[in-house]
C-alpha cells in the first residue's frame, strides 16, 4: 500500500456564493475544489439533478476512486455491472478502473456530492463539458481530452437497459 501525502499549507474554504455554477437546469455542477487547491488530494463538485436527469454516462477513472454521497434526493449509479439507487444520506465509492455513471433516480431529483480521490485537474473538463452543451464543442472532443482528465468513456449493457 502506498501513502499519498497531499501538500498544502493553507485551509481551503470555499463559499458557497462564490462557486462558479456551470449549466442550467436540469443539471447544474458547482465548482468546489479543485486538484491544486488541496495539494493533489481530491477534486471535488456539488452536482445538482432534475427528476430523471442524467448525469455522467459510463466511464472509468484509472488513477482515482471516485465518491457519491448523496445530499437530497435519489440517485441510480452503476459500479461494475451493477446498478444501485442511493437515497438521501447514502455514500457510494467507485474504485479506480470500475465503470461507473450516475443519474438521479425516475421521478426523483439528486443533489450529490461528488469526491476524486486522489485529485484530477477537473474544472477544465466541466468546462469542456459546458462549451458542448453550448455548441462551441462536438461531443467527440471529449475523446481528445480522456487521458488529460483521467476519464475514460464506455459502453456499459447494464446501463443501457435500466430503463
Request: aromatic share 6%; no cysteine; proline share 6%.
Amino acid at each position: 500500500m502506498s501513502l499519498f501525502v497531499p501538500k498544502f499549507d493553507e485551509t481551503v474554504l470555499v463559499r458557497d456564493a462564490e462557486a462558479e455554477v456551470l449549466g442550467q437546469a436540469p443539471s447544474t455542477v458547482k465548482l468546489l475544489a479543485d486538484s491544486s487547491a488541496s495539494g493533489g488530494a481530491l477534486s471535488t463538485v456539488r452536482i445538482t439533478l432534475g427528476e430523471g436527469a442524467d448525469g455522467a454516462r459510463p466511464h472509468l477513472h484509472n488513477n482515482s476512486a471516485e465518491m457519491f454521497y448523496l445530499l437530497d434526493g435519489a440517485a441510480e449509479l452503476l459500479s461494475g455491472d451493477d446498478v444501485v439507487t442511493a437515497e438521501r444520506g447514502d455514500l457510494v465509492i467507485v474504485p479506480p478502473g470500475r465503470p461507473h455513471a450516475f443519474a438521479a433516480a425516475p421521478g426523483a431529483t439528486a443533489d450529490i456530492l461528488i469526491v476524486i480521490a486522489p485529485g484530477v485537474e477537473r474544472f477544465e473538463y466541466f468546462r469542456h463539458l459546458q462549451r458542448i452543451r453550448l455548441g462551441e464543442l462536438t461531443p467527440e472532443s471529449l475523446l481528445d481530452v480522456q487521458e488529460v482528465y483521467d476519464n475514460h468513456f464506455l459502453r456499459s449493457a447494464a446501463w443501457e437497459g435500466r430503463r
